[in-house]
């Protein structure tokens, strides 16, 4: 069954599921309804982060893109994408947006950039934290075997690069009221909290990171801001697909064909699987809504922000890979009905 977000301390909580009016589908048909907004989105280079900015930019917002891989210099990710690659994306469907290289690990770079912000802008009314660090992870490692400089780097990219950012932001975007803090984690606040994911260091840096988006909304409320937690689904990032050798014309008949097996790539649990689309357009209609602040402090699901705002994955399914992931605790996945939960 479809999991539900925690409830709120304050005795608030969103609306029953609707289908949002005018909420649209296609990228190419989004109305400009973040226009005149500023936007950072930390991590921008690829992922969720990539399909975030270039979402905020169809509907309208100036967005900061930042990450530490760029032409020629990528990061220790050892990846192709580079974030002026995806600024140049936002760029070629008519939006504005700016590449800036940044490790958010580093104070002052993280100050200097809030600076420039402030500078150039004047504002920033939408700040999403989106640096994740699972490539860092090892599984199978207990804590007591776990190489500690290798589980601290997992940590710092994951967490504190969350919290430094947040750190040197929230005094420029507490300046306008309605101001939207996202803190991009892995897994919901009740599915977390039943669930040990799989290494310590990973546990705690993706539970750190739903607290504090919840510690944020506290201190926002009384400025007008919201502070939300989201998290996708099992994501078909750039970095994923390639890790199970598959790609979006072939995931999904390479994960069908596993089913009922095991230590298999694609797992089959990968049929519920979702592209960074479908949160990135559940959190444009999210930073939209004159009402955001009845999610403050929550923590939601990229299915419960498409359900809520009436929106869908690319290829126009709504998949609720919690509910599905959740649902194996009892059931195995082979005996799951995927059209159930996509």
Known sequence: MAMKPAEPTDGTRPAEP???TGATESAGQRP???????????????????????ELGRAGAVVYCTGRSTAGRPSDYGRPETVEETAGLIRAEGGTAHAVVVDHLDVSAVR????????????LDILIND?????????GIPLWEYDL???MRLFDAGFRTHLLTSHAALGLLIRHPGALV?????GTRDYNQGHFRETVFLDLAKTAVDRLAFAEGHELKAHGGTAVSVSAGWLRSEMMLDAFGVTEQTWREAAAANRG???VVPPYEFVISETPALLARGIVELAADPQRDQWNTRSVSSFE??????????DGSRPDAWGFIAAMDTTPSADLAVEDYR
């Open 112 to 123: 200097e950039l809030v600076t420039r912000i402030d500078r150039e802008q004047g504002r």
């Open 182 to 186: 996202v803190e991009t984690t892995d």
């Open 305 to 314: 922000l498409a359900r809520h705002y009436g929106v869908t994955d690319v």
């Open 261 to 263: 097996k095991t230590d």
């Open 149 to 151: 400089d290798d589980g």
């Open 18 to 20: 609707t289908e949002r």
């Open 131 to 139: 640096i994740g660090g699972e490539a860092y992870v090892e599984f």
């Open 32 to 54: 400009r309804v973040l226009q005149g907004r500023i936007a950072l989105v930390a991590g921008a280079t690829r992922g969720a982060g990539r399909a975030i900015a270039l």
